[in-house]
């Protein structure tokens, strides 16, 4: 394991912030952790980070426990923090080379290390910018980059592609696939689920500093009661019609408005093809059909009652 | 040495303003101490009247008081009673004021009558109020003292002219030391607000930037130490405060030249403004670990800096400040700081040396607890609760 979080408990006054709070990430993975904002994700990696104090539990990285005096476990640690967190009195050259060189002392492989990490982030144009005149995609880039430059075999990415356009964002989620491929173990938060989805191999949903479910997206979903969603494009359809739909096998909900059929079902197969021949049977018309597999908000919906991005 | 050439590089970034604030200060400090050290009347003379006294009643022992107190006071001109004569007088000023005692005037005031003394005046004559000031302070101490006491004529007079001689002792404070070197004495001491502000506003300002809470979090999150961290922040900060405590020296020596090489006192000034500079790096050192925002740094370089010159005696001289004063600005560096100037000042009749050394290690003091304090704080942020 490269990461063990046991029991952390983290108050904020009367607020309980992480509640009994755990994870275990192994090397080599993408690894997510899901919730919406104020969740506990930001504060549960200042606590690994030991940026923070907890009231309880434990935190191993690499194997030892880590403390804000553990540098050696540190040195093979690199963070992209929520917030942008460069000088602003220093060109994006001089940035990453700083950052770099907390890490790395030789000066020749601090050179080259600092080379790769421009290349990799795409700031080769921009080395003698000082990052107030840099675009906030190309400034989250930047932060990317003094996050990773020296190469750490763990990363920590909090949030990192908050408020950035979607060309950009898609760069930073190709570029964190692409340290993975390199080697580096991966721990990502958003409460942005179709990045989490796109990217991480596994992942964590948390809500009220709590670790409600943990695995692949697949074992997620398959946690749950809500299959796919089939949606229909109907302009005439009688209240016989939708009882008759309704009565279909491992239906759970059938809604009917705007002209739009939803017909939400409880796994099981052929559910499509059940529902067109149901329509062909009853002779009714029909438009664009789709059907679509839940998704990690419907995950989270199911367990916790309300929407994600509530 | 990441941190510590980083530093540098941010005082680059930042040197234009800084620059312009030390050439303000430098600036102002030679004007102050240049014009506080200009010659300056400083004795007191009574400046005479001329003035006539006609009197036309009797010799008595009163009218010949007033006369005589008059004549102290003022220059008496003899002129003649005569009308033509007394305005011509006035009419080529030869007397300012003509004070004619009526006759009858004893004998009225001895009965405790107002009958006025007249008097002839030059038209527009500012000084006319000050001999009617003179004749009125006179009368009205003489009709006090027949009220009171139960003396005779004579004696009564002496009395009035006794109490009209008092006078209240005027002590001038020497503003020159006794070594007369006056300028560099007042350039030393009025360096300590130049590098009070010079040093709090350029170390604050690089200490802001570094303690940033992301990019504080972000250096913590790497294996560099936080003592390595603190350590070269020091290092750059002390770089910083000596270059500026460099400069304001050499410029010292540039504008008083020859008497401040020739005064011998020179080591010793040098030693106490580094010294105090070294107190000026803590300062700033404390104040940019403590602060968060450029407006809080602004207020806090005013107030420090002016506050601590105005209350330990930089701008008004340690002499003239009050006991109550003093006390609380013991508790001040600067104060320390300007009392070994002032010792310095004194040292060649006195040769105290104790009043240069304690007062020095006092400084140093304030300057390892202050450094301490910020240490610690800085640990307690390391990690933090919130």
């Known amino acids: 394991m490269i990461i063990r979080v046991q029991n952390l408990v983290k108050r904020y006054g009367d607020l309980l912030a992480l509640d009994h709070f755990g994870l275990e990430i192994k090397e080599g993975e993408i690894f997510g952790l899901l919730g919406p904002n104020g969740s506990g994700k930001t504060t549960a990696i200042n606590c690994m980070l030991s940026l923070l104090k907890y009231d309880k539990g434990t935190i191993e990285i690499f194997g030892k426990p880590m403390s804000p005096d553990a540098y050696d476990t540190k040195r093979n640690i690199g963070v992209v923090m929520q917030n942008v967190a460069v000088f602003n009195e220093l060109t994006v050259l001089e940035n990453i080379r700083y950052f770099c060189g907390l890490y790395i002392s030789d000066k020749a492989e601090r050179s080259e290390l600092v080379e790769q990490a421009i290349d990799f982030v795409g700031l080769q144009d921009f080395r003698k910018f000082l990052p107030k005149k840099l675009s906030g995609g190309l400034l989250r880039r930047l932060n990317i980059a003094c996050g990773i430059a020296h190469k750490p075999k763990l990363i920590f990415l909090d949030e990192p592609t908050v408020a950035v356009d979607p060309q950009s964002r898609n760069n930073i989620l190709e570029g964190i696939q692409r340290l993975n491929r390199e080697g580096a173990t991966i721990v990502y938060t958003s409460h942005y689920m179709e990045e989490v989805e796109q990217i991480c191999s596994r992942i964590a949903i948390i809500d009220k500093g709590k670790t409600l479910a943990t695995g692949t997206k697949d074992e997620l979903k398959s946690m749950i009661k809500t299959g796919e969603t089939i949606t229909a494009e109907i302009f005439a359809l009688t209240d016989g019609d939708i009882e008759e739909v309704r009565g279909l096998p491992h239906v759970t909900k059938v809604t009917y408005d705007s002209s739009r059929l939803r017909v939400h079902c409880s796994g099981g197969k052929h559910n499509l093809i059940r529902l067109l021949d149901k329509l062909k049977e009853r002779d009714i018309s029909f438009g664009k059909v789709f059907s679509e597999p839940p998704t990690l908000n419907d995950v989270f919906l199911e367990i916790t009652g309300k929407e994600l991005r509530d | ?386």
């Open chain 2, 1 to 386: 040495m990441q941190v510590f050439k980083t530093y540098f590089k941010i005082i680059s970034q930042t040197r234009t303003s800084l620059i312009i604030y030390y050439v303000v200060f430098l600036a102002i400090s030679v004007l102050i101490s240049r014009y506080s050290t200009q010659p300056a009347s400083t004795d007191f003379t009574e400046s005479k009247t001329r003035i006539a006294v006609i009197n036309r009643d009797v010799d008595s022992s009163v009218v010949q008081g007033l006369i005589d107190f008059l004549a102290q006071k003022n220059n008496i001109v003899d002129i003649e009673d005569d009308a033509e004569k007394l305005q011509d007088a006035l009419f080529f000023r030869r007397v300012e004021y003509i004070a004619i005692i009526p006759k009858g005037f004893s004998e009225d005031f001895k009965a405790g009558g107002s009958k006025p003394i007249e008097k002839v005046i030059v038209p527009g004559s500012t000084t006319s109020r000050y001999i009617d000031m003179h004749i009125n302070r006179y009368l009205h101490t003489a009709s006090i003292t027949a009220s009171y006491s139960r003396l005779d004529a004579d004696n009564q007079a002496r009395l009035v002219s006794e109490s009209m001689a008092a006078k209240a002792e005027v002590k001038m404070l020497s503003k020159t030391t006794s070594n007369g070197f006056i300028g560099y004495i007042y350039y030393y001491n009025y360096f300590a607000y130049v590098i009070l502000a010079i040093s709090i506003l350029g170390i604050s300002t690089i200490m802001m930037v570094f303690n940033q809470p992301d990019l504080r979090r972000r250096n913590l999150c790497s294996p560099l130490k936080l003592r390595s961290m603190n350590y070269q922040l020091a290092l750059g900060s002390a770089i910083y405060s000596v270059a500026c405590w460099l400069i304001t020296v050499m410029f010292g020596i540039v504008i008083y030249g020859e008497s401040l090489l020739s005064s011998g006192l020179l080591p010793m000034l040098i030693l106490n403004s580094f010294v105090f500079t070294i107190v000026c790096t803590s300062i700033g050192f404390l104040v940019g670990v403590l602060i968060k925002s450029q407006n809080v740094q602004a207020a806090i370089v005013n107030v420090l800096s002016l506050g601590m010159s105005f209350i330990c005696g930089v701008f008004v001289p340690q002499a003239i400040l009050g006991k109550t004063v003093l006390r609380f600005a013991s508790f001040l560096p600067a104060y320390w700081y300007i009392s070994v100037n002032n010792a310095i000042g004194d040292l060649s009749y006195k040769a105290d040396f104790n009043k240069i050394l304690i007062p020095m290690l006092i400084q140093i003091g304030f300057a390892i607890m202050i450094f301490s304090v910020t240490l610690f704080i800085s640990k307690q942020k390391k990690t933090s609760n919130q």
